[in-house]
């Protein structure tokens, strides 16, 4: 067995809800004249140094033997680069000069990105307008019927109602609201009929958006936590054929407070698994295809040894020790481990990641689909 190569911080899971009120309408008056030279300012993702902030742990990490040592799948899995990797991080502005009013206003168009999916929801990128002055604005067959605050709020669905469709962000911009996207164009014809399952999934997600709504904060150690990340899933970690819901919630200092609930059943976790707030012990959802089976695990770390387990029947689905790999009780090699795709199927959201109260994990046949909760 190949020596485990990378060290790991243990994963908690969240998420928060923000409610969407209404914007305030467009301040009166006439554009001002840019036919003048207009310094405009753009943002653009950096990549990050060489030097990773896991390899920055690394220097000062501690040589406990409860140390998590895992190779690059599970790096990757629990949202730390591998040393060929880089991400996007940190933003550097630049300035361009436009000489015309028209050249201005595409540039802004261009500050965001909206696309629209077959089931009539239109989703917007991140930019530099995220301050609360950004706004959904919504025409139906020509007029508007719609000025939405589109802050924290990256997917939007209006209706299903017939008619013809526009969407556009705009933002408050040197005195005025001014498109800052691209404008999404679609028309209903008619209602779709959805299947069964879609039904089905549709309330799960429906419940897990008041759930958002109302799981903010919990106690820690006689104080109040906020939660600073929350991600929900529809599934079945109990395995009895219904899509059930799956909250997954961290906060506190370092994020090391974390929450799993479900409505699936209780979870009965196994002796020395430690508590919510035990940095050794970390959730996930793996989507199996092989058992064609959604697990609620939980990772508990010791040393350089890993047990993963079933939190709703306590079953040891995999383990890694001095003697290898096993895979539902039985030895396996580290090549068919790999080959299984646990590193592929299982779900857990990267580190330090930023929230998003828009979007759910489903299982679809078993296998994870990040969707728009409406």
């Not at 819901?245 to 200092?253: A, E, I």
Request: one cysteine or more; aromatic letters at 12%; charged letters at 30%.
């Amino acid at each position: 067995m190949k020596k485990i190569e990378a060290a790991i911080l243990a994963l908690v899971l969240c998420g928060t809800f923000s409610a969407c009120g209404q914007l305030e309408e467009n301040p009166a008056g006439k554009a001002e004249d840019l036919s003048s030279e207009v310094s405009v300012t753009v943002t653009s993702p950096q990549e990050e140094p060489e030097e990773s902030s896991m390899e920055n742990a690394e220097d000062t990490q501690s040589s406990s033997d409860d140390a998590l040592h895992l190779k690059d799948g599970m790096r990757k899995l629990f949202g730390y680069e591998t040393e060929e990797e880089k991400y996007y991080k940190t933003m550097t502005t630049t300035t361009a000069v436009t000489t015309s009013r028209e050249e201005y206003e595409a540039m802004l168009r261009e500050s965001y990105t909206l696309t629209v999916d077959d089931n009539y929801v239109v989703t917007r990128t991140k930019g530099q307008y995220e301050d609360g002055n950004l706004g959904w604005v919504i025409t139906k067959d020509g007029k508007q019927v719609l000025d939405r605050n589109a802050s924290n709020e990256y997917t939007y669905k209006y209706s299903d109602s017939y008619g013809d469709y526009t969407v556009t962000l705009t933002a408050f911009v040197d005195g005025e609201y001014r498109p800052v996207s691209n404008t999404v164009s679609f028309t209903i014809n008619s209602k779709k009929k959805k299947s069964s399952d879609d039904i089905k999934i549709d309330k799960v997600k429906d419940k897990l958006k008041n759930t958002c709504k109302t799981m903010n904060n919990v106690y820690g150690d006689g104080q109040k936590v906020y939660f600073t990340y929350r991600i929900g899933f529809v599934c079945d970690p109990d395995h009895d054929g219904e899509y059930d819901m799956v909250t997954f919630s961290r906060g506190g200092d370092e994020d090391q407070y974390q929450e799993v609930s479900t409505n699936a059943g209780d979870m009965n976790m196994l002796d020395g698994f430690g508590n919510v707030a035990d940095q050794r012990f970390s959730y996930f959802i793996w989507f199996d295809e092989g058992t064609q089976k959604d697990y609620l695990c939980a990772m508990h770390t010791d040393g350089n040894n890993i047990t993963v387990a079933d939190c709703l029947t306590d079953e040891i689905l995999w383990t890694l020790d001095e003697n290898g790999y096993t895979l539902f009780g039985e030895p396996i090699s580290e090549e068919d481990f790999a080959a299984y795709g646990f590193y592929d199927n299982a779900v857990a959201p990267a580190a330090g990641s930023e929230c998003d109260n828009d979007h759910v994990y489903v299982s679809r046949d078993h296998k994870a689909s990040f969707e728009p909760i409406y």
